[in-house]
């Protein structure tokens, strides 16, 4: 079984954290590849510096990678080590990749070895990507405690081997702790969530959008580039929404993303003009997101972690479509995650039609209380204080290895 522990922070937390107060935390980050793995980073981060402002922060990440212009602007030191991932396609050049790879895995230790001397850091936080494995296995072999941070419900190849020697591993949920050793020291800490998402109103969200209490108001979108089967479904679902068919009034707020460009064309070509259909507020990027998720009734997107930790934390019913080409399959965990607890409903992509996804709108809406009540079993998936959460295992970890010297 996993290890434990209180999720408040504790008074005599508190009293270690002033017993040190004249020491500074010197905290290594490391994690990257994608948003899902740097922006919980960056979360901790932001929380440790709230907390403790003179504490030293440096993010460790992949050479090339988008961890390298996100980090520094967000106000980090940031410094790279050489690593790739393996491709899993066979293929003659994802083979010279791999070997690529390979070579990247002894140079990158060596990196990465010498940042962790340079640095000192009293602890290192890895959460997930490639680039963690060499930095957190090297930061364990030299004696500094290292924790990690698992944002999905299936692990990743990473986390799930760091986790048999990291001090703590911390969930985003409780569902991804059967994918790991029994010798993992587990505790449930949920996703750094966005303070805006957490402040955002539902009243106030509406009445800045212009849309009215009753009006029920479905928002969509597949991510800041866009997912093609998603705009494609949309547009039939708006189309419908406009018919004489649909019996419903709904507002929709749309967002097809930067490789969607075409898809106001897509509705015009459905005989739909946007200028006919105030309702239909159609975007390449939903900007305001905090605030249109909270007026939200119906939320229609992918099964991304922090995604869904938001959905959850607002208290909002969904149709999630998890994307297929991810590592593992972990969207689709993810949205199983809510799905088997009431809280969400779920499309897979092979099914995924506009006349599917018509279909479930009009049921869940059609059958009484259905959408108050994945709404109300998502809010209760929430855990709206992650962030706190994470940094009382930092402390717990720190008054640990003070103890153990």
């Known amino acids: ?42 979360a901790i981060a932001g929380t440790v510096r709230e907390q403790e402002p003179d504490a030293e922060i440096l993010y460790v990440g992949a050479k090339g990678g988008m961890e390298e212009k996100l980090v520094p602007a967000a106000g980090y030191a940031f410094k790279s080590v050489t690593i790739s991932g393996f491709q899993r396609k066979l293929s003659w050049a994802n083979f010279k990749k791999n070997v690529k790879t390979v070579k990247n895995i002894f140079t990158s230790t060596a990196e990465a070895k010498k940042i962790i001397q340079e640095f000192k850091p009293d602890i290192c936080v890895g959460t997930g990507g490639y680039v963690a494995g060499p930095v957190i296995r090297e930061a364990m072999k030299l004696g500094i405690p290292a924790v990690i941070h698992e944002q999905n419900a299936y692990p990743g190849v990473t986390n799930k081997a760091l986790s048999k020697k990291a001090r703590r591993t911390m969930l985003a949920v409780a569902d991804a702790q059967s994918h790991l050793s029994p010798s993992a020291r587990c505790v449930v800490t949920g996703n750094p969530i966005r303070p805006a998402v957490l402040r955002a109103d539902r009243e106030q969200a509406r009445k800045a959008l212009g849309i009215q209490e009753d009006t029920p108001l479905i928002l969509s979108f597949g991510g800041s580039l866009g997912a093609r089967r998603i705009n494609e479904a949309v547009a039939d679902l708006l189309a419908w929404s406009a018919s004489e068919k649909c019996p419903y009034s709904f507002h929709h707020i749309h967002g097809y993303g930067q490789w969607g460009k075409w898809f106001p064309d897509l509705l015009r070509e459905k005989g739909l003009d946007l200028s006919q259909h105030p309702e239909m507020d159609i975007r390449e990027y939903i900007t305001d997101m905090p605030e249109c998720l909270a007026a939200a009734d119906l939320v229609i997107c992918r099964a991304g972690a922090i995604t869904l930790s938001e959905l959850q934390a607002q208290g909002k019913a969904a149709i999630l479509i998890p994307s297929p080409n991810v590592a593992e399959n972990h969207q689709y965990h993810n949205a199983m995650a809510l799905v088997k607890r009431q809280a969400a409903a779920i499309l897979e992509e092979k099914d995924l039609t506009g006349e599917a996804l018509c279909q479930m709108v009009n049921k869940l809406f059609a059958e009484k209380d259905t959408i108050g009540t994945l709404a109300e079993n998502a809010r209760k998936m929430a855990i709206t ?21």
């Open 385 to 405: 204080d992650a962030n706190e959460r994470i940094y009382n295992i930092l402390l717990e970890v720190l008054k640990e290895n003070k103890k153990g010297r």
């Open 1 to 42: 079984m996993g290890w434990d522990t209180g999720t408040e922070i504790t008074f005599s937390l508190y009293l270690e954290k002033k017993e040190r107060c004249m020491e500074k935390m010197r905290i290594l980050f490391a994690g990257g590849g994608t948003a899902g793995h740097i922006n919980p980073a960056l």
